[in-house]
């Protein structure tokens, strides 16, 4: 079952007045359950792609459909509840806020999701579980300048999974890391994949992380190879 699809995504940008094409007309299936790699020089156009695949970025021309759901023809209050619920995202750059602690920094999503439909003790249970799950269970009071790198990042995989999304796009989960803690945050990212049937698309320019991956989506000037 395809849940996500984007047909003919343009995008372009202008660039001290020179227009830039990014994306030269996109089309990409993905189905419930992959784990999906999109590799590729810099400058491809992959961290575009994803996100506009996210919706955080409007495509110039085409549309991404979540499921049967066009995702551009929402407004934007629609656009960005469909992200809290459905979608997780993890970046290269953890943005973790300084001044909260671990498990305040993953209950965030909750809050602004669900915050009056939710009991106080079900998102804690929620965060905890989350942190738990990502190894993390001793360090819920730790800010993030008291957390390695490797740490930081699987709080934000703690976060990106709170709200349970069916899809989580990755953009260089590891490109902050060394090779070590990179590899164990991959894992982690692959194992949680398997066990919830969680949708996996990350974008890397590592081809061993790539191998690990269910398929890999090749892109180069814009274009899917």
């Known amino acids: 079952m395809t849940i996500l699809k984007a047909e003919t995504i343009f995008k372009s940008y202008t660039d001290t007045q020179k227009r830039v094409e990014v994306l030269k007309g996109i ?16 400058g491809a156009g992959k961290s575009t792609l994803l996100h506009i695949l996210g919706g955080l970025d409007k ?78 269970g001793s360090r819920l009071d730790h800010k993030p300048n008291q957390l390695s790198g490797g740490e930081q990042q699987r709080v934000a995989i703690a976060r990106a999974l709170l709200n349970e999304p069916r899809l989580v796009l990755c953009d260089e989960p590891t490109g902050n890391l060394d ?28 081809e061993n992380i790539a191998r690990r991956c269910s398929r890999t989506i090749r892109m180069k000037d814009g274009l899917l190879g």
């Open 27 to 42: 089309n990409l299936e993905v189905s419930a359950g992959e784990a999906v790699a999109v590799v590729g020089p810099s």
């Open 59 to 136: 495509p110039d021309q085409g549309q991404v459909f979540l499921d049967s759901r066009d995702i551009y023809a929402m407004n934007d209050a629609s656009r960005a509840a469909v992200r809290n619920a459905d979608l997780g995202f993890v970046f290269q750059f953890y943005h973790l806020l300084p001044e909260l602690n671990a498990f305040e920094n993953v209950m965030l999503p909750v809050f602004i999701g669900s915050r009056g439909r939710l009991p106080m003790a079900e998102i804690h249970a929620r965060a905890k579980a989350a942190l738990d799950r990502v190894g993390l």
């Open 179 to 206: 090779s070590k803690t990179g590899e164990e945050v991959i894992a982690l990212l692959l194992s949680i994949s398997r066990e919830k049937g969680r949708t996996l698309v990350m974008v890397t320019h590592d």
